[in-house]
């Protein structure tokens, strides 16, 4: 009896997390460096390593990491349900239905809550889909309380390195759903290049070599924060850096900085003093938006923009002095550039056997 009592007092001593979430075990496979390849049950996990148990409900033992076969992060350690359980999650997010899947993937993200500290498990990594969700559907307000989670960190410490970087820019969303702009300032000048030479002479810092999909997230974040310091020129050249990078690759980020674009180019006083330079700038981009998304997805105020620009057409450059303006040759001389007569019709025509 008081070695089942020091054996449960173990358990909350090196797992605190025990009991936490609906999940209290989930079947492994495990590969030992000794002792073959065990399979089982985890009750628990921490830094340390997992608690194992070989039955259901059976009193576990802790398998320190140390013991399982594997480098780093890739222990030989199957987790049964994986695939089972993320499947639906993960068809949702395929499917485009983000408010739906950040539920599901939320919903194993608490139910697995056990496993957050075991190498490559699938609680943190749906932790950091629920997250990807959000930030897809636009509701980034919602963020903040995710990144802050103390299991959040897991995503650094326990999955691939793949998962880092995302994991970075959706602290930057959260930031801008806070509305934080200030602390999103400074966040992003850790992705600006040095201010130095002649770089002084740029509107803007350029940022650092980056996929694509990165800057235009960056370009859009830093656009509202120019937009909110009232540095509306900056701002737009920002969205706009932002919807040609996302263009065919991400429709929410483009569909936003479009619309922000819009609205700095409607308030310009040039486009209501009837500067026809504004003008065609406003109508280009109405134009676009509403051939992209649709024109009943518009503002009714900018709906009247959405029509082709006029591009004028530059004047034919004058002749310089002493020459003149040569005729354009006729049909019958242009279709013989190599000069002489131009042969007859019924002579180039083949005569019938």
Known sequence: MKKITLTLLSIFVFFPGFLVGQVRETPVTLG???????????????????????????????VPYARLRGEGLDKLIRYEERNEVLGTPRALFAAGKYDEAAAAFGKVARDYAILYSAPQNFASEALFYQMESIKRSGK??????????PAAATINTKLADSYKRPFEF???WALFGANDLAGLK???????????????????PNFRKLPSNEIAQLSFLRGKVFESEGTK?????????????????????????????????????????????????????????????????????????????VIPKPAAPAPAAGEKN?????????????????????????KPE
Not at 140 to 149: F, K, P, T
Not at 186 to 195: D, F, S, W
Request: no cysteine.
């Open 32 to 62: 030992l460096l000794e002792g073959g390849n065990p399979q089982g049950y985890i009750q628990n996990s921490n830094e340390q390593g997992i608690l194992f148990a070989t039955a259901p409900g059976g009193p576990g033992q802790l």
């Open 140 to 149: 980034y307000s919602l963020l903040g309380d995710l990144v802050n989670l």
């Open 170 to 172: 959706a602290k930057l």
């Open 186 to 204: 400074t966040a992003l000048e850790a992705y600006q290049e040095p201010v130095t030479g002649q770089a002084k002479l740029l509107k803007s």
């Open 233 to 309: 020129d900056k701002a737009l050249e920002d969205y706009y850096r932002t919807f040609t990078l996302a263009n065919g690759n991400d429709i929410l980020l483009s569909k936003l900085a479009m619309g922000a674009a819009m609205l700095i180019q409607k308030e310009d006083p040039l486009l209501a003093a009837g500067n026809a330079a504004a003008l065609s700038q406003m109508q280009s981009i109405a134009y676009v938006f509403s051939k992209r998304f649709g024109k009943d997805t518009m503002p009714a105020e900018y709906q009247a923009f959405a029509v082709r620009p």
């Open 326 to 350: 040569e005729p354009a040759p006729a049909p019958e001389e242009a279709s013989n550039p190599l000069g002489g007569e131009k042969p007859a019709a019924d002579a180039a025509a083949p």
